[in-house]
Each structure stands twice: as structure tokens, then as C-alpha cells.
């Protein structure tokens, strides 16, 4: 499993989660944090012991990371030092191994549902500026940094509508990009997933059973995660 892998899973608890605070299947989290939390404790599910590999934390200083994405080897430029903004990571992930000389390998921003444009293209070229500071890909502890957020969309008691939102969504995101000046050495990914849907229900399907749910919901729950990696 990769770190994209269970940011995708922490989307999908969340939505979970949501459901089973409220037993309305149609609910939108409005508090960023328990997709924060969820993803952290995702992330960590690929330790093997306690901080290892990786080293997790919340909330943390913008200009901390930055310095930490370059190895220890490498001097981090002083003309960065005034264009990396003030404010904290959602998360950052560092490496659990080197204990002495504190690397920052990836970072996370995180958005709830249906963020505006305005704060996804400052999310996004927060997590593009780091990739500035080194000289070449080997001057890099920092090997990826990930956006993840929610979108929503009702009247989708289709197929043919849940594939049209989809598209929608990714044509969305390869706009944002398209926008941003994005290093060689630097790839980039969307991938854009349903994590739910109003459907039919079923007169047999336990889910449908379970939860009381009348099927009638018209609604769609969409994740996204865009990936920036070298």
C-alpha cells in the first residue's frame, strides 16, 4: 500500500464516519479535521513499530517543512526563505529512520467538501512551490506531497450522470494545473473516485437494511487526490 492508497481509504471513512454521526447517508462534513485526523491514522497503518517509517504530524509549521525537504546535505536557498508562507501543514510526513536530521518526505493538504477554486489553487501551489527549493531531484528528502478533498452533486440516479460528474471533476483539476508552472522533474496525478451514491435499493441488500436507508437519496460523494511526486 502507498500513502495515496490510504489518503483514498481516509475519504471514504470519513464519509463513513459522517454517516454515523448523523444516520443521514446524504451528510456533508463540515469540520475539515476528521478527515485530517482520519488520513493521519491512515498514513500510520504502514508503520511497522511506532514512528517508523514514518513520523506523522498535524498542524505543522509551514517553514519547518520547507527547510525539511531538502537533505541535510544541501543548503536550503535564502531566497526562499521569504516566499514560503507563513501558516501550518495539514499533515506532514517525515522520515521515522533518520531520528538526528529531521526530513520531511511528504506532505498532505487536506479540504472538505466542495472547496472554492481560490483555495484549491492555493493548496496546490503550496505543495508545487516546495519542489522549487532544491537543485536537482537528488537535493530532495521530500518525494511527494498529495491535495485531497470532497465534492458533491445531486441528480445522479445514473450511471451515465455519476461518470459525467467524474469527468467534470477532473477536467476541473487539469484546469487548476494547467494554470500552475510545474518543474520537469516533478510528475503529477489526479485521480477523481466515487465514494458514494444514491442507488435503487434492493429488497435484499443488507446495506439498505442496516442502515434504514430508502434509496431515495439523489445525491453523489466524490474524492479527489492530486499527487505531485519526483
Not at 529531521?102 to 481560490?118: H, I, L, Q, R, T
Not at 470532497?150 to 477532473?170: A, G
Request: charged share 25%; net charge neutral; proline share 3%.
Amino acid at each position: 500500500m502507498t500513502i495515496r492508497e490510504q489518503l483514498k481509504k481516509a475519504l471514504f471513512q470519513s464519509c463513513d464516519d459522517a454517516l454515523e454521526f448523523s444516520n443521514d447517508e446524504t451528510s456533508l462534513i463540515g469540520a475539515e479535521y476528521l478527515i485530517t485526523v482520519n488520513a493521519a491514522k491512515s498514513i500510520q497503518q504502514l508503520n511497522y513499530s511506532l514512528g517508523e517509517p514514518y513520523k506523522i504530524y498535524l498542524e505543522y509549521p509551514t517553514w519547518k517543512v520547507a527547510r525539511n525537504t531538502i537533505h541535510y546535505s544541501f543548503k536550503f536557498p535564502r531566497a526562499s526563505s521569504d516566499t514560503v508562507r507563513s501558516g501550518k501543514v495539514d499533515i506532514a510526513v517525515y522520515n521515522g529512520r533518520r531520528s538526528s536530521l529531521p526530513e520531511c518526505m511528504c506532505v498532505v493538504e487536506v479540504k472538505g467538501f466542495n472547496p472554492s477554486k481560490m483555495k484549491i489553487i492555493d493548496d496546490l501551489g503550496r505543495n508545487l512551490e516546495y519542489f522549487s527549493f532544491g537543485v536537482d531531484s537528488s537535493s530532495f528528502a521530500l518525494s511527494q506531497t498529495h491535495f485531497i478533498a470532497l465534492h458533491s452533486y445531486k441528480n445522479t440516479m445514473s450511471d451515465n450522470k455519476e461518470q459525467s460528474n467524474l469527468k467534470r471533476i477532473e477536467r476541473r483539476y487539469r484546469e487548476y494545473l494547467s494554470n500552475l508552472s510545474i518543474p520537469k522533474i516533478v510528475k503529477n496525478n489526479i485521480e477523481v473516485f466515487t465514494i458514494r451514491r444514491g442507488t435503487v435499493p434492493e429488497v435484499n441488500d443488507s446495506y439498505i437494511q442496516e442502515f434504514g436507508l430508502t434509496g431515495s437519496e439523489d445525491y453523489h460523494f466524490m474524492g479527489v487526490v492530486v499527487t505531485f511526486e519526483i
